[in-house]
Structures are given as C-alpha cells and as structure tokens.
C-alpha cells in the first residue's frame, strides 16, 4: 500500500463515525480512528500545546507508522489536527517513527525516526533520523537532505538495525539529540548528537552507558535539566529486576549528574516513573526553567487490546500532562494547577463508608499522618464489576487492582494483569490523593510524588465509591469533580 498525509486524512474523515465510544475517553486523548502508540513532538507552538503521536489510521493494531496530530489550550480538551506525517519516502517507507519537536526562528522542526524493515534477515533492517520543518505548525515539509544521521553515524560497537526516537532540546546555543539504542551484544544505551541548525548532525559520545537497569535497549530517551540535577526519563526493554523478574517494557524517572566536559551523564537515583500497568514512553516539554510537562502512551505492550478485539476501531490513548519539577531538592510529578483550576469540586462525607459517584470523574481526599491504616477504596457499578485502590500492610504499601471487571487484561503467555506493582509509603506522613477517572483508565496522583496508572473495560459507569477500613473518618477533604 502507498501511503500519502492526503489519504490518511480522507480515511480519518471518512470513517471517524465508526469509532466505538463505549470505552473512548471523555478528556484523556486518543486517536479519531484507528491506532496509536508513542507520543511525540510535545512541543509549546504559537502558545498551544501540540501533540504529535505514533498514528495507524487504517485499523487498530500497529503498522505503517503515521504521525498523528492534536492541540490543546489547557492540555485538557484536544483539537484533532491532519495527519503531519506519512510514510512516504524511500528512507521511510516501513514507518515514521517516534521523534520530537522544537520551535527555532518562528518555525516548527521534528526529528523523527525512519524504519527499514526487513522481513526476511532482521540484522538487515535499518533505522534513520530525518528532518521536516512548518511554518505554521501544521503542513510539514520532509528535509531534501534527509536521512540527517543513519548508520554510518552510529559508533562502533553499537547495533545498526535498533537506532531510534531522537529527542531535541538546546543548551548554550547548541541543539542536541538523545537516541535510543543498544550495543552489540544487547544492552542498553544512550547515544548523543550535536547540531548549530538542526539540519547537519554529528556523533558527541554515548551519554548514557549500559547499566543493569536499561535492559537490552533503550527507547525514547528524554534528558531535563534543572539547576542543580540532570535527569533521565527512557523506557527501557527487558530489565531483570532482583528478583529475576523480566519487565518487558518500564519506563524509568532517573537522576544523576551531567558532565558536559565528556558529554556522560552519571546515574545517582532511579525510580519506576509509575506504578501502574499501563505507562509508557513519556515525553516531556520543558515549559520554564526547572519546569518540564510530561505525556506518556497509557497502555502496555504486553496487554491485549479489548477495542481491537471488540471492533472499535480505536486504540490507545495518552496520560494526562504532568508537571515535573524539583522542590526542595525532590523530584515531583503532579497535575499542573492550571488545568486543576478547570476542575470545580465540592466537599462531600461518606455516609455509611459509601457515597454516589455518578457523574463524578475526579475525587481528591487526604489522609492525616501516622493515621494510614489499611484500607480498600472500591469503584463499584450496577454490575457488580469494581475498581480497587488500597493501602495493605501486608503488602507495605499503595496497590491498584483491576481484576473484578467484565473485560480481563492478560499479558504475554496469558500471565496476569491485574494488579499494580505496590508503591512503598511513609505511614508517618499524611497523604494527599488525587484520582481521575475516565472512561477506561484511571489516574492516580500520591503527595505530589508518584502515580499509578491504568486501564480498565467495564460494562458500566461506575456510580458508587465504597471504603472498608476500621479506621473511622479516615479520608479528610473529600471532594468530588466533573471534569466536562
């Protein structure tokens, strides 16, 4: 098949209305039709948020990899946009694959990776970087020059056929790109490059060295850097963790040193950027000195796919941006106070451990500190299917369960999906909890701090929200939202 932007966009517009809206977000972003994965070019253009992302609008499962594109005033009610990007040259033709943005002279450039499969020796297939340029943050033109950087660029000891999702940014007056990679015997890396105008490209070093917690390769890297602290935020593939535990895919929030002189970035702590089953390939956009917003894909690689096996038409859908920011030494991660001021809220008690939830998809409580006991926090709907978010001493932590709904997630090999990794808490300290809730994925905001994230298929809304702890007036400053 010949892909062109001008046929994706006529397919888009032909055949949106066939969507199936039983599960498709009411303010989270997902595609008008068809698949997607990776967001990419989260970029601030003419004072709106834009937001590129991996596209296949002809079905919903992965394929020839489009560019997707929407806008936002608030990073809370999307704009869908054209298509940016087709497949549609030699050095592109297996897919435009993920890559980023960056605003220079007024004018739009993406860097973004072209894949050349090949489907009958693997060790043939190749990866690129490529340049196109808007003047108007909209109608993209592919660089005649491209590809700016592909194997021959790539240093030795490092594999050719894995080379992918450029990340841009500028330092001093200097554009450089983080790539992800790995080596030749399969561990995983960071690679950097330099540019004075974004059109001619050269090797610097490998940024980021192997080390056990970047798997067997990295994807999409994303270096922030603040005042006093470099970080790292990538998403790794196969990590083993201590327990031998494989993590196909996680995506990892890691600080660490940046030495400009040797171009290396030293690692000094790493943390799971999320604790739920469906977060991955975040990109951020850096808003202000010490201010990065951050999108990720809210799915998982491993998990099937009930909008594609149900006949949707649609599938995947992104986070809600979050505010990434160092206070007082700490990284944080939190909704922006900006898109919270959207959301009205009123104060309301549990009767009886119980209170109607119906057209409420945002609840905020605290609770008091050296006052976390256990408890269960449960969605619930008419039938009978429930959400989970509880704190067990048992298991010394935060945890999210998904398992009592109409539509089971299986991983690989039919192993189970049904619960989040736990999240270890001072129970010393009060906790401040924010959810939101949409149609088929939950959002869940701890201390400002960390987050757990996931989907879920259930036959109806819920409508009550039931808590189950011996502790009496445990949850403080409950309050409801609609978030329309």
Not at 178 to 200: A, H, M, P
Not at 297 to 307: K, L, S
């Amino acid at each position: 098949m010949l892909y062109t932007i001008e046929k994706a966009n006529e397919f888009i517009r032909g055949n949106k209305e066939t969507t199936g809206k039983k599960f498709y977000p009411d303010y989270h972003f997902a595609p008008p039709i068809g698949w997607t994965n990776d967001p990419n070019g989260v970029v601030i253009f003419n004072n709106e948020l834009h937001l590129f992302y991996q596209h296949y609008p002809y079905k919903a499962e992965h394929g020839a990899m489009h560019w997707g594109h929407a806008k936002s005033k608030d990073g809370l009610h999307w704009q869908d946009l054209p298509v940016a990007l087709a497949p549609d040259q030699d050095y592109d033709k297996g897919g435009v694959f993920s890559g980023s943005a960056i605003e220079k002279d007024g004018k739009l450039y993406v860097m973004y990776t072209g894949h050349l499969p090949d489907e009958t020796d693997e060790t043939k297939t190749r990866q690129n970087q490529n340049i196109a340029i808007s003047e108007d943050g909209v109608t993209f033109k592919k660089y005649e020059g491209n590809p700016v950087l592909k194997e021959d660029n790539i240093p030795a000891g490092t594999s050719v056929v894995d080379f992918r999702d450029p990340k841009i940014f500028e330092k001093d007056g200097i554009y450089y790109s983080v790539i992800g990679s790995k080596t030749l015997d399969n561990k995983g890396q960071v690679i950097l490059y330099r540019s004075e105008d974004l059109l001619n490209w050269e090797y610097v070093s490998v940024i980021f060295p192997y080390n056990p917690y970047l798997g067997t390769m990295v994807e999409c890297p994303d270096l922030l850097l603040f005042k006093d602290k470099a970080v790292f935020i990538l998403s790794a593939m196969d990590y083993v963790d201590e327990k031998g535990k494989v993590h196909s895919h996680i995506s990892w929030l890691i600080e660490g040193e940046m030495d400009w002189e040797n171009f290396e970035f030293q690692q000094t702590a790493i943390k799971e950027m999320d604790k739920g089953m469906d977060f991955y390939a975040p990109q951020t956009v850096k808003l202000a000195e010490e201010r990065y917003l951050a999108i990720a894909w809210m799915q998982n690689w491993q998990a099937n796919r009930p909008t594609y096996e149900l006949g949707h038409n649609w599938f995947g859908q992104m986070t809600l941006p979050r505010l990434i920011t160092v206070k007082d030494g700490q990284l944080q991660q939190r909704i922006p106070l900006k898109l919270l001021d959207l959301i009205k809220t009123k104060e309301k008690k549990l009767e009886n451990g119980k209170i109607s939830i119906e057209d409420t998809n945002y609840i905020t409580f605290t609770i008091a500190a050296n006052n976390v006991k256990i408890f269960d926090l449960f969605f619930t709907n008419e039938e009978g299917e429930s959400l989970q978010f509880s704190y067990s001493s048992e298991k010394q932590g935060l945890f999210f369960s998904r398992k009592n709904t109409a539509y089971q997630i299986s991983g690989e090999g039919d192993s189970s999906m049904e619960e989040s990794d736990v999240l270890a808490i001072d129970t010393k300290k009060a906790l401040s909890v924010q959810i939101f809730l949409d149609r088929s994925s939950i959002e869940i905001f701890i201390n400002e701090n960390e987050t757990i994230t996931s989907t879920f298929y259930v036959q109806k809304s819920f409508s009550l929200l039931q808590l189950n702890s011996q502790t009496e007036h445990l949850l403080e400053d409950l309050a409801l939202g609609n978030i329309e």
